[in-house]
């Protein structure tokens, strides 16, 4: 396998020595192992969208984040998935395909290029997700007590 084309796309650690890195072209995911210098595929995101001007962070839980820019701006709806490390698997959690209940805002457009801040973990456990620079968007996701697990996003 070839070197995947990244360039300064979302990465967030998978383990100490190694990073989760999203494509720049495609919905590929990859660990890069710095023990080994390489590269492994790791899944591939649920969604038709490239890993570019955005930010994922690890959840409590560890699994991490990711909010589907470039699918929520084609769609003009709200996409968001989670990567479970452990099976490096990606799995929806979108109000716009039903896979969960709740609204996200949209967080960037066009007009400024598909910008999207950081995202964040709260002391709390919730995450907090920047959106363009030039307009104050932002959303807060939070898990509701118990199982399953169910995603809940607010602005």
Known sequence: MGEPQVGSPPKTSAVIVASLVGDLINRNT???????N????????????????KGWAKLGNGTVLNYDLFESAAKGESYAEIYNPA???WSS?????????GAIPRLSGASIG?????VLRLQDG?????GE???????????????????????
């Open 87 to 89: 099976t490096g698997a």
């Open 93 to 101: 959690i979108s109000p716009s395909d039903g896979s969960t209940h």
């Open 38 to 53: 390489s590269w492994a595929s790791s899944g591939m995101k649920i969604y038709p969208d490239q890993s570019d001007e």
């Open 133 to 155: 620079p030039n307009t104050p968007r932002f959303t807060i996701l939070s898990q509701t007590p118990g199982p399953p697990a169910r995603t809940l996003w607010g602005r």
């Open 114 to 118: 598909f910008e999207l801040g950081l």
């Open 30 to 36: 990859y660990i890069y192992s710095s023990l080994t």
């Open 126 to 130: 919730r995450m907090i997700v920047i």
